[in-house]
Nanobody, 124 residues
Framework: QVQLVESGGGLVQAGGSLRLSCAAS????????MGWFRQAPGKEREFVAA????????YYADSVKGRFTISRDGAKNTVYLQMNSLEPEDTAVYYC?????????????????WGQGTQVTVSS
């Protein structure tokens, strides 16, 4: 299995920035891709961004394009989510997850292991 630990969440003002990190351990050699998702109270978990473990392919939700950037550090088995120009609508618990072969990297149903989440709160 893969263990995931997220960090970097916090409280910021609108227009501010945060960088989330997700450190993976375990059998990461079988991972096809990793993704970031978020969930606000009373709402469904939604896709934010994803990246292929091998290669540079990335995917973004329309709501975060141009503001968020996903990246990876293979040597550290870590993925990052740089979040700029944050808006109150970005307030949610952010989760990272690993995918073991599904090519539908934008669907939370296709991910196998999840971190515990990190809270991001954006004040207006």
């Amino acid at each position: 299995q893969v263990q995931l630990v997220e960090s970097g969440g916090g409280l910021v003002q609108a227009g501010g920035s945060l960088r989330l990190s997700c450190a993976a351990s375990g059998r990461t050699f079988r991972v096809y891709g990793m993704g970031w998702f978020r969930q606000a109270p009373g709402k469904e978990r939604e896709f934010v961004a994803a990246i292929r473990w091998s290669g540079v392919s990335t995917y973004y939700a329309d709501s975060v394009k141009g503001r968020f950037t996903i990246s990876r550090d293979g040597a550290k088995n870590t993925v990052y989510l740089q979040m700029n120009s944050l808006e109150p609508e970005d307030t949610a618990v952010y989760y990272c997850a690993t995918n073991y072969g599904s090519r539908r990297l934008t669907s939370p149903d296709e991910y196998d292991y999840w971190g515990q989440g990190t809270q991001v709160t954006v004040s207006s």
